[in-house]
């Protein structure tokens, strides 16, 4: 959909005041085109022809033309601030919506950084173009129309001759703004690149010092920062060539006027009070025309940014959640052939994969880094769907059932444990909106989360901050274990979720979870595969398929893979502790 066609669409709603405020912007323009004519009468019959009843009217009428333009001004401004307010308003809630509605792949790669900057720099830009364009473009071109017509009323021919000025200043906005476009999209891209680079010395600071990166990362700094400068001084000339250009112009055609209107003058041919009105119409219309002119180009630049934001909203959403929803497992899962490539990615993650997960069992996954562990867990909560093969849940196509009714029946905790920026309470309820304090000092009891918690200076109303970064990461691990059990799900996949934990918290997480989850399907992530050894099946992973399936003793005996990592992870551990 084209930038026009959206804006057209926000304006919509907001019809009624905005056809209030180009009424109000009608008189003020009116006002400004039309009180050059009053110059006429003031210099002809008060200051030549000295008459007093001129005077007085003049002293009447004048103030309460002000009166009505100001009041009419203020209507304009305030209906259209509130007009561009509302407009981003709904701007800023449509991306929103269109990112959380947004598949998860299309968040893969450098998207989200992207993305970000576009949510804050282009929709800056567009707020603020929103905020003064409207206005300057209506009513500023009002009044060089009323303008137009006041110097046509008071002298045709003149006022033709002034037109004739025109098509040039036209052409020299046409070749400026072009050169304004292009430069101000070079800009915004480096800008863009300069605040990735802030986000990344702020969240990374601890590696940057650790790495001594700080002089490196500088260095790169300044030639990114540098690249700003050359686009950015492209548009700036361009825009600091737009007064005096426009002002030599003007300048001829004063003088032009002057020559012509003052030998009518002295031939008595007109009065000098129609010359000075037409000069000061002539006057009158150079500050509008450069506003224009201005208005232009912040419309360019607020343009691309437009395009860009927009951009998102084309996106594609995620297919709606149209599927039944899911009753609930009975006998269990099942995956077929089951094949995943993320979007861009020159290899499968996943591959020919085939694995049982009958209902109730415990289920751990293990192998080797980037083998598809994690991306195997994202598929059974349908936060992807297989690109080959299919995730039966007891024999129906998990893709006939709707994503979110087998999400609302599943718990997942992953490695990075993502804390949102709100209380520890609603961090924990989050998956469920009418948790009470209750059930959620008992999910982190269970867990073994209460005492940490109860020591924070709020207690379960303590704010956690961004990421959770005034928590440790295996306290961030403890919260997003207890989150999962408030929404007492039938099917748990806990990825990595105790790598954070010191042994006696592990273990007590892992014998509390074992009585809560009785009965559960458990699909375990590890890297630990003592941790996991008990498990019914362990699956274990190479290259995005399952390679070797069975429980310890067996996999122990067949020698395969698994053996061998169970010996590389035995040969790892210190004597002592392997009594
Ligand atoms: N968002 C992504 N975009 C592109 N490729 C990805 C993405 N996430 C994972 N991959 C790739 O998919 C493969 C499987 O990744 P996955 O995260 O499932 O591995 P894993 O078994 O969980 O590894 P680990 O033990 O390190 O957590 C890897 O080769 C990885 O590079
Ligand atoms: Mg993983």
């Not at 209506?138 to 045709?156: G, K, S, Y």
């Not at 006057?283 to 912040?298: Q, S």
């Not at 209460?450 to 303590?462: K, V």
Request: aromatic share 8%.
């Amino acid at each position: 959909m084209s930038v026009s066609k959206r804006f057209r669409r926000y304006l919509r709603p907001h019809l009624g005041r905005f056809a209030w405020a180009c009424a109000a912007m009608l008189v003020v323009s009116a006002f400004n085109g039309f009180v050059v004519l009053l110059l006429k009468p003031i210099i002809d019959r008060i200051f030549i022809a000295r008459d007093l009843a001129m005077l007085w009217l003049m002293v009447a009428v004048v103030p309460l033309l002000v009166l009505l333009k100001s009041a009419a001004s203020y209507v304009q401004n305030y209906l259209m601030s509130w007009i561009g307010q509302r407009v981003v308003q709904q701007i800023r809630e449509d991306l929103f919506l269109r990112l959380s509605s947004l598949p998860l792949e299309y968040f893969s790669g450098t998207r989200p950084a992207e993305v970000l900057s576009r949510v804050t720099g282009d929709l800056t830009l567009v707020q603020a173009a929103l905020n003064t364009l409207p206005v300057y473009a209506i009513r500023d071109t009002l009044t060089v129309v009323f303008l137009t017509i006041a110097l046509f009323h008071l002298d045709a021919r003149f006022a033709a001759l002034a037109l004739l000025g025109a098509p040039v200043s036209l052409a020299i906005l046409y070749v400026l703004s072009r050169k304004m476009r292009v430069s101000s999209r070079q800009a915004q891209i480096a800008v863009d690149r300069l605040h990735h680079r802030f986000r990344e010395s702020v969240q990374g600071v601890l590696v940057v010092k650790a790495f001594n990166y700080e002089p490196t990362a500088a260095e790169r700094f300044r030639e990114e920062n540098d690249s700003f400068f050359r686009p950015t001084m492209r548009y700036l000339r361009a825009t600091a060539l737009l007064s005096p250009l426009l002002e030599v112009g003007a300048g001829l055609v004063v003088a032009a006027t002057l020559y012509f209107g003052g030998r009518e003058v002295i031939a008595g041919r007109t009065t000098p009070g129609a010359f000075f009105a037409f000069l000061g119409g002539l006057v009158a219309a150079y500050a509008p025309i450069k506003n224009l002119a201005r208005t232009n180009a912040d419309a360019q630049r607020a343009w691309a940014s437009a395009e860009r934001l927009f951009g998102i909203l084309d996106e594609k959403a995620a297919p709606a959640d149209a599927g039944r929803p899911f009753p609930g497992l009975k006998s269990g899962i099942r995956l077929e052939g089951v094949g995943f490539r993320y979007p861009g990615a020159k290899s499968w993650a996943l591959r020919g994969l085939d694995l049982e997960i009958p209902k109730g069992a415990r289920v751990a996954l293990v192998g080797p880094n980037g083998c598809g562990k994690s991306t195997l867990s994202r598929l059974l909560l349908r936060l992807h769907d297989p690109a080959e093969g299919r995730v039966l849940l007891d024999g129906v196509d998990a893709r006939e059932y709707s994503a979110a009714s087998i999400r609302a029946r599943a718990g997942l905790v992953t490695p990075d444990a993502v804390l949102f920026n709100d209380t520890v309470f609603a961090n924990v309820a989050l998956g469920r909106s009418v948790a009470t304090l209750s059930e959620v000092e008992r999910a982190c009891r269970l867990v073994g989360a209460a005492g940490f918690i109860e020591g924070l200076p709020e207690g379960y109303r303590t704010l956690l901050g961004d990421w959770g970064f005034t928590l440790s990461a295996g306290q961030r691990q403890l919260l997003a274990l207890a989150r999962v059990l408030i929404v007492d799900p039938e099917l748990v996949v806990l990825d990595e979720a105790t790598a954070n934990l010191d042994g006696p918290a592990e273990k007590a997480v892992l014998a509390a979870l074992e009585t809560v989850l009785a009965g559960r399907t458990v699909v375990t992530v590890s890297h630990e595969l003592r941790a996991v050894a008990g498990a019914d099946r362990i699956a274990v992973m190479s290259g995005g398929a399952v390679v070797e399936l069975g429980a310890h003793d067996r996999l122990m005996a067949a020698g395969g893979l698994y053996r061998r990592l169970f010996d590389l992870e035995d040969a790892a551990r210190p004597a002592a502790e392997a009594e």
